[in-house]
């Protein structure tokens, strides 16, 4: 399922993140299609194997389709679409309830609420109810490993602590949300209301995570 997720984000975002070269060749396409790859290889003064890789890439995202004998054309109109549905959607309008804890809870209950709640990651919170960290599946194995005690470890120890957590506002949309998780490697975004933005003290009031993505795909595919 993982595989899926990471595939259907990365689809997303790749729509956005093109190389210089790989606009190029659209931009030949979209002008000059169906053009073979020798042609759009001849026009950048490049060889057809070194254009090869972005060819298959730009085939693969779905921006080109390549016909035998005729050649490349762009099959942009429906990408423009997916990628104009995620710029206009908000993670306000898809995001799940935020899992939360106090930072000073054991990694063993921390354990136990990943399975209760059926999530992959916990926020954990201050004793003001502010966002102090998050916690993943990766951090609870690791903490695991070796650690006999962990009734007495709290997950404060553990866990990615602010100001190193990536978090994301209710008013973003959802292409944001999707490129920071694939930019920072991680598969949730904490959705925050700023409090105090220079001293990093924000509420947490909702949670982005890939299966997020992948409803709004699904849901975006029904329209
Ligand atoms: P998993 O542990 O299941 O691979 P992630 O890929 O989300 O899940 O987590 C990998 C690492 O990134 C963990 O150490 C986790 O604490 C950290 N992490 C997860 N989400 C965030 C976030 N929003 N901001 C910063 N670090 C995070």
């Known amino acids: 399922m993982c595989i899926i997720f990471s595939f259907l984000i990365r689809r997303v975002v790749d729509l956005i993140k093109l190389s210089k070269r790989q606009e190029e060749i659209l931009q030949i396409v ?5 053009i073979p790859g020798n042609q759009i290889a001849e026009k950048l003064s490049l060889t057809r194997a070194t254009l ?3 060819l298959a890439i730009l085939t693969m995202v779905g921006n080109l389709e390549a016909r035998p004998r005729v050649g490349y054309y762009y099959k942009g109109p429906e990408l423009d679409q997916l990628t104009d549905w995620f710029s206009n959607h908000y993670v306000h309008q898809y995001m ?3 899992i939360v804890i106090k930072k ?3 990694v063993y209950d921390a ?8 999530v992959g990651t916990l ?3 201050n004793q003001n109810g502010h966002l102090a960290g998050v916690i993943s599946r990766k951090d609870l194995l ?3 490993i070796g650690n006999r005690n962990l009734q007495e470890l709290p997950v404060n120890v553990i866990m990615t602590r602010m100001p190193n957590v990536i978090t ?6 959802l292409l944001e949300a999707a490129r920071k998780m694939i930019d920072y490697h991680i598969d949730s975004l904490p959705v925050v209301q700023e409090i105090d933005a220079e001293e990093h003290i924000f509420q947490v009031v909702g949670r982005v995570t890939k299966t997020t993505i992948t409803r709004a795909f699904i849901e975006m595919g029904s329209h």
Do not use: C, H
Request: aromatic share 6%; hydrophobic share 40%; proline share 12%.
């Open 123 to 125: 926020y954990a919170v």
């Open 52 to 54: 090869r890789p972005d």
């Open 104 to 106: 000073s809870v054991s």
């Open 96 to 98: 799940a309830n935020p």
């Open 142 to 144: 690791r903490a695991s």
């Open 30 to 34: 979209k002008d000059e299609g169906p």
């Open 111 to 118: 354990i136990v609420q990943i399975f209760l709640m059926d």
């Open 168 to 173: 994301i506002k209710p008013e973003a949309t």
